[in-house]
């Protein structure tokens, strides 16, 4: 392992200040081209760092970056669970710790394979594609989704979803951090290999000006629809306090829209429909209530219910509804990802017992079908609320049935007037990307919006207000090659990167071993460059000549390899270094 860059102190402070930037990076605060540098702090940091060390690096970046970026938990858990402030608090540090381990796992995966003798790049890399692919979090994010708004960077999501993009901005602060390395080391750059990792990105817009223009094409040649959202903006408790306040104020809305000129389909958000509805009695419900007096194809958010035999005695679903023109039922699609303890108890539908135990937990239960939604003879992939931060999920939707829409519906209105929306609506965009296809997005209280499949916003809304939107989309068809590989590629990766914290990469004798970053040792025609096998010496302590091969064997016979004693004259020639000669830095 090369020796490190820093000082312990300096290097927890480069730990936080990597924190910080990729905070301020992050869709919210919305600083995107700081993505291209927010890593190179932690890996001056990282470099040359034992197993443990690396870990805590790590951690704190993580744990900087998550308490920054979730900071409304505090206030969300405050008004909500009605606990102290103190309390609040804790419970937010505690989630943020437990998620800024993510960053922990790439400190742990740099320093173990760099011990091993495997390239920085590569460590750090494999490292940052396993924290954000297998460590399970309560919110998913990526790294990537700091720069959604770039749309020519982000095409290559339909290759390999947001991982692909957050290693390319990985690559273009490996570039950096050689280049920070070879300044602190006084070595020479090694250009072919900064060249190489800049080289990233370039050919990442280069391929998504391309697709985008051919994505462009299929959009104009399939056939159009005109969409409309619903921003209802109605308050949490107020939605409890009158059932039927949100119904009205959704038809009042959709009236307004349908007045400016026809739509083909309105969306409203979650449970815009908030009375429960038993699910035997929804097809006549529907209809009587709400379908016939919305005036078109509609697709809204209903909350069902259903009787069962146990301690519980009922269960809800999160439910979104399709009707017609007419208001009749056409189809239906449960939430399948439940927010655990808000809308359901883990092991509560194997365990009935433990709603005994908690009486006030969420008794949802989770959808089986992956059916979409049919919209006059087109299918429709819907998702509610925080499933679409899970592009394997989408992946599952549109596997199971080439559906030709993308429709959330999503309430954010338990975060307040934080950037949490605004980052949630940036991690939902990719998924247009990925399954190149229209994404409409409606929410209570905002962000709602149309993407298109490139991954521009065609309409946004502004949070708490109430709002109207219309967008012209395309029923789209076809695959992508995310579609078809899913994560299986980082899959692949992760367990490659599994398997090399146990081998030790093996160097030729007499080699150089593999440089880890961007750089090259300086070397001069006097004096060759010290070998990366060798130990690093302190500035206190005098560097001894290099070993070098033998000079050819003289004709007379074999060179004298009798040891010289301590009073004899040092060799000097061709092969060794003048003994006087100050070390290389």
Same mark, same amino acid.
């Given at each position: 392992?090369?020796?490190?860059?820093? @000082?312990?102190?300096?290097?927890?402070?480069? %730990?936080?200040?990597?924190? !910080?930037?990729?905070?301020?990076?992050?869709?919210?605060?919305?600083?995107?081209?700081?993505?291209?540098?927010?890593?190179?702090?932690?890996?001056?940091?990282?470099?040359?760092?034992?197993?443990?060390?690396?870990?805590?690096? /790590?951690?704190?970046?993580?744990?900087?970056?998550?308490?920054?970026?979730?900071?409304?938990?505090?206030?969300?858990?405050?008004?909500?669970?009605?606990? $102290?402030?103190?309390?609040?608090?804790?419970?937010?540090?505690?989630?943020?710790?437990?998620?800024?381990?993510?960053?922990?796992?790439? @400190?742990?995966?740099?320093?173990?394979?760099?011990?091993?003798?495997?390239?920085?790049?590569?460590?750090?890399?494999?490292?940052?594609?396993?924290?954000?692919?297998?460590?399970?979090?309560?919110?998913?994010?990526?790294?990537? *989704?700091?720069?959604?708004?770039?749309?020519?960077?982000?095409?290559?999501?339909?290759?390999? /979803?947001?991982?692909?993009?957050?290693?390319?901005?990985?690559?273009?602060?490996?570039?950096?951090?050689?280049?920070?390395?070879?300044?602190?080391?006084?070595?020479?750059?090694?250009?072919?290999?900064?060249?190489?990792?800049?080289?990233?990105?370039?050919?990442?817009?280069?391929?998504?000006?391309?697709?985008?223009?051919?994505?462009?094409?299929?959009?104009?040649?399939?056939?159009?629809? *005109?969409?409309?959202?619903?921003?209802?903006?109605? %308050?949490?408790?107020?939605?409890?306090?009158? !059932?039927?306040?949100?119904?009205?104020?959704?038809?009042?809305?959709?009236?307004?829209?349908?007045?400016?000129?026809?739509?083909?389909?309105?969306?409203?958000?979650?449970?815009?429909?908030?009375?429960?509805?038993?699910?035997?009695?929804?097809?006549?419900?529907?209809?009587?209530?709400?379908?016939?007096?919305?005036?078109?194809?509609?697709?809204?958010?209903?909350?069902?219910?259903?009787?069962?035999?146990?301690?519980? /005695?009922?269960?809800?679903?999160? +439910?979104?509804?399709?009707?017609?023109?007419?208001?009749?039922?056409?189809?239906?699609?449960?939430?399948?990802?439940?927010?655990?303890?808000?809308?359901?108890?883990?092991?509560?539908?194997?365990?009935?017992?433990?709603?005994?135990? %908690?009486?006030?937990? /969420?008794?949802?239960?989770?959808?089986?079908?992956?059916?979409?939604?049919?919209?006059?003879?087109?299918?429709?992939?819907?998702?509610?609320?925080?499933?679409?931060?899970?592009? +394997?999920?989408?992946?599952?939707?549109?596997?199971?049935?080439?559906?030709?829409?993308?429709?959330?519906?999503?309430?954010?209105?338990?975060?307040?007037?934080?950037?949490?929306?605004?980052?949630?609506? *940036?991690?939902?965009?990719?998924?247009?990307?990925?399954?190149?296809?229209?994404?409409?997005?409606?929410?209570?209280?905002?962000? +709602?919006?149309?993407?298109?499949?490139?991954?521009?916003?065609?309409?946004?809304?502004?949070?708490?207000?109430?709002?109207?939107?219309?967008?012209?989309?395309?029923?789209?068809?076809?695959?992508?090659?995310?579609?078809?590989?899913?994560?299986?590629?980082?899959?692949?990766?992760?367990?490659?990167? *599994?398997?090399?914290?146990?081998?030790?990469?093996?160097?030729?004798?007499?080699?150089?071993?593999? %440089?880890?970053?961007?750089?090259?040792?300086?070397? +001069?025609?006097?004096? $060759?460059?010290?070998?990366?096998?060798?130990?690093?010496?302190?500035?206190?302590?005098?560097?001894?000549?290099?070993?070098?091969?033998?000079?050819?064997?003289?004709?007379?016979?074999?060179?004298?390899?009798? =040891?010289?004693?301590?009073?004899?004259?040092?060799?000097?020639?061709?092969?060794? $270094?003048?003994?006087?000669?100050? =070390?290389?830095?």
């Amino acid at each position: 392992m090369s020796p490190t860059l820093v @000082g312990g102190r300096t290097a927890i402070a480069l %730990s936080v200040l990597s924190g !910080l930037l990729y905070f301020l990076a992050f869709p919210g605060i919305g600083l995107w081209p700081i993505a291209f540098f927010a890593l190179v702090p932690l890996m001056v940091a990282l470099e040359g760092r034992a197993l443990r060390p690396a870990l805590g690096l /790590g951690w704190i970046t993580g744990f900087v970056m998550t308490m920054t970026g979730f900071y409304w938990l505090v206030e969300m858990l405050r008004v909500f669970s009605g606990f $102290p402030t103190a309390l609040c608090v804790l419970f937010a540090v505690l989630l943020c710790l437990y998620q800024g381990a993510t960053m922990a796992v790439v @400190g742990g995966f740099t320093s173990r394979l760099t011990e091993r003798r495997w390239p920085f790049g590569l460590a750090f890399s494999l490292g940052f594609v396993v924290s954000e692919l297998a460590f399970p979090v309560l919110f998913r994010w990526y790294f990537g *989704a700091s720069v959604h708004s770039v749309w020519p960077l982000v095409q290559i999501a339909d290759l390999g /979803g947001p991982i692909t993009i957050s290693l390319t901005l990985v690559a273009v602060n490996l570039a950096l951090f050689g280049a920070v390395h070879a300044r602190l080391k006084r070595r020479r750059l090694n250009w072919n290999k900064s060249i190489a990792l800049l080289c990233v990105p370039v050919l990442a817009i280069g391929y998504g000006l391309i697709r985008a223009h051919f994505v462009d094409r299929a959009a104009a040649e399939a056939p159009h629809a *005109a969409v409309g959202l619903v921003q209802a903006n109605m %308050s949490l408790l107020g939605k409890r306090r009158d !059932l039927r306040e949100g119904l009205r104020r959704h038809l009042r809305l959709t009236k307004h829209l349908l007045a400016k000129h026809p739509l083909d389909l309105v969306v409203w958000s979650e449970t815009s429909v908030m009375r429960a509805v038993d699910e035997d009695r929804v097809a006549k419900e529907v209809p009587r209530v709400v379908g016939r007096h919305i005036g078109t194809n509609a697709i809204f958010g209903a909350v069902l219910v259903r009787p069962v035999d146990d301690s519980r /005695g009922y269960v809800f679903f999160n +439910s979104a509804l399709a009707t017609d023109r007419k208001g009749v039922l056409r189809g239906r699609y449960d939430k399948h990802y439940l927010l655990a303890f808000g809308e359901y108890l883990p092991f509560g539908d194997t365990f009935p017992i433990l709603y005994d135990w %908690s009486p006030n937990s /969420g008794r949802f239960s989770a959808g089986k079908s992956l059916d979409p939604l049919p919209i006059e003879g087109h299918p429709v992939a819907t998702i509610i609320c925080y499933e679409d931060l899970s592009p +394997s999920f989408v992946n599952s939707l549109f596997r199971h049935e080439d559906a030709q829409l993308l429709v959330n519906m999503t309430n954010d209105a338990w975060f307040g007037k934080t950037t949490e929306p605004y980052s949630h609506f *940036a991690l939902a965009k990719l998924r247009a990307v990925e399954q190149r296809r229209y994404f409409v997005r409606s929410t209570n209280s905002g962000v +709602s919006g149309v993407i298109d499949p490139v991954g521009r916003t065609l309409v946004r809304s502004k949070i708490f207000r109430q709002a109207t939107l219309e967008a012209d989309v395309a029923w789209m068809s076809g695959t992508t090659v995310y579609r078809i590989l899913g994560d299986l590629p980082w899959w692949l990766a992760a367990a490659a990167a *599994a398997i090399l914290l146990f081998v030790r990469r093996k160097v030729r004798p007499g080699a150089t071993a593999p %440089s880890t970053v961007a750089e090259e040792p300086a070397t +001069s025609a006097e004096e $060759p460059a010290t070998s990366a096998e060798e130990p690093a010496t302190s500035a206190e302590e005098p560097q001894m000549p290099i070993e070098n091969p033998p000079p050819p064997a003289s004709p007379a016979g074999p060179a004298d390899t009798t =040891p010289e004693s301590s009073s004899a004259k040092p060799i000097e020639g061709p092969y060794f $270094p003048p003994v006087d000669r100050k =070390p290389e830095d």
